[in-house]
């Protein structure tokens, strides 16, 4: 087992799967995959069912029944990860919108450089989005600006999709807790990272849309961050953010390093 998972949910990838899968076994750093399916009608789960066999003990899949949300199909594969030991788990996108290179940047930034999160940012060396119309680059850019007015969470991409987490990070924070399973559930994972104390940096990414499949935004997940961001900043008011006695105390959140700047505070 390598110590590092990728978490890949899906639901009708049919055109990007077995793509996706083999680009991430073909980088340097080695990586295993989890593959989280939620009943795909095109039969996405079957094409991984068939690699399978070429990727033993590499490539793993997760089925479950009906659609049930971006943020439980991550919870669900982060306590997969944790009850087998993996150090560093990775959230990714199976469209392609986030290029798996990027993978080998994120695990350095935790894995050599001792950050506990690190975000695949869009906006941390200014607008890095290829192929959206303009409406949804303002939408994601001020959602963020956003966040950062609410929260006073210093991250630059607060909806950002593309993350390495170190295993200390998931085991702290609650998950039975979690709110949230659209873009609001990207932002309350970073907000409870930033609360816990965890160090957190932002890795410049060119993010690329889709060109293959549908896209599964919805202006239901852009109403639930909305109003989330809110509902998180008070229930934080009301809650205590104690790291277990047993864990490393981390430096200050958003640290400077070598090659990320990192973000005003706001």
């Not at 109403?223 to 277990?244: C, H, N, T, Y």
Request: aromatic content about 12%; charged content about 20%.
């Amino acid at each position: 087992m390598n110590d590092s998972l990728v978490i890949i949910p899906t639901y009708n990838e049919r055109e990007n799967a077995e793509l996706i899968i083999r680009k991430v076994f073909s980088l340097p750093k080695a990586f295993d995959v989890l593959i989280i399916d939620d009943g795909s009608p095109d039969g996405t789960a079957g094409i991984v069912r068939g690699l399978m066999a070429e990727f033993p003990g590499r490539l793993h899949l997760e089925e479950r029944s009906g659609k049930l949300g971006l943020g439980t199909a991550y919870i669900h594969g982060f306590r997969w990860a944790l009850a087998r030991g993996y150090g560093y788990i990775f959230e990714m996108d199976a469209d392609f919108s986030h290029n798996p290179e990027d993978l080998v940047r994120l695990y350095e930034a935790c894995a050599v450089q001792g950050h506990d999160l690190a975000i695949g940012s869009r906006y941390i060396t200014g607008v890095n989005v290829v192929n959206w119309p303009m409406n949804r680059v303002l939408m994601s850019w001020f959602a963020s600006a956003y966040v950062r007015f609410v929260t006073g969470m210093p991250v630059m991409d607060a909806t950002a999709g593309f993350k390495c987490y170190a295993a200390q990070v998931l085991r702290t924070i609650p998950l039975e807790r979690i709110h949230f399973v659209g873009y609001a559930f990207q932002i309350e994972m970073k907000w409870l990272a930033y609360k816990y104390g965890f160090r957190v940096t932002e890795v410049p990414i060119i993010f690329t849309d889709r060109t293959r499949g549908a896209s599964k935004m919805s202006k239901g997940i852009f109403k639930e961050a909305l109003l989330g961001v809110v509902q998180m900043k008070i229930d934080s008011w009301f809650r205590r953010f104690d790291r277990p006695a047993t864990a490393d105390r981390a430096a200050p959140a958003f640290p400077a390093s070598a090659t990320t700047p990192a973000p005003e505070t706001r």
